[in-house]
């Protein structure tokens, strides 16, 4: 998406941040806490915060000479499932943004890759697209229940925590079984 597209922001928008009330002058602040609800696909593959789950912000806007800094914390819920054994996953998490938003007509283009910096769109931000890279860095990509899961018998499919520390298939030689976890667990 263009970033100079022209102002489509919705003020009233969960994530969009509104300035107006926020001085021009270098170092004023304010803070913004609010919960909004999360929109949807926020995530990774195997786990996401369920779309309209509440998330916390707590965030810091900065008025600094370019533009507008926010930083701050988003906290909120994720589910997904155990990469290896497919039980449900449910906690929190807390994830950092920092940020600058450049005025929209600040000089900051001729002097700044456009890529490493948010422009404002009238005294708007869109705070969305650096939620979403900020909360895929911090979910990981295979989800575990437990840092140990061990996964599933690659043969009858039974988690190996219900199963009895001598468990196998008669076919199965107990060493290829381990290779076969050792596979799984690559996946
Ligand atoms: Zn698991
Ligand atoms: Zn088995």
């Known amino acids: 998406m263009p970033k100079h597209s022209p102002s489509s922001l919705n ?9 107006r009330d926020l001085p021009r002058r270098p170092g004023a602040l ?3 806490r609010r919960v909004v609800p999360a929109p949807a696909d926020l995530g990774v593959e195997l786990i996401t915060v369920p779309v309209g789950a509440d998330l916390d912000l707590d965030l810091r806007l900065e008025s600094v000479s370019e533009g507008v800094l926010v ?3 988003i906290t909120g819920p994720v589910q997904g499932e155990c990469g290896r054994c497919l039980r449900e996953i449910d906690y929190s998490v807390a994830v950092n943004v920092q940020e600058l938003y450049a005025y929209a007509n600040s ?11 948010g422009r404002m769109q009238d005294d708007l931000i869109d705070l969305e697209p650096a939620l979403r890279d900020a909360v895929v860095l911090t979910l990981p990509t295979n989800p575990l229940c437990r840092e140990d899961c061990p996964g599933l018998c690659p043969e009858c ?20 079984a ?6 799984r667990t690559e996946e």
Request: a negative charge; hydrophobic letters at 25%.
């Open 11 to 19: 003020p009233r928008a969960p994530l969009v941040l509104d300035t």
């Open 30 to 32: 304010r803070t913004h």
């Open 71 to 73: 930083s701050g914390t």
């Open 107 to 117: 000089t900051t283009d001729d002097t700044t890759d456009e890529d490493e910096v």
């Open 157 to 176: 499919g039974v988690h190996w925590d219900d199963l009895p520390a001598d468990h196998s298939h008669q076919q199965t030689d107990p060493r290829w």
């Open 178 to 183: 381990s290779l076969s976890q050792l596979n």
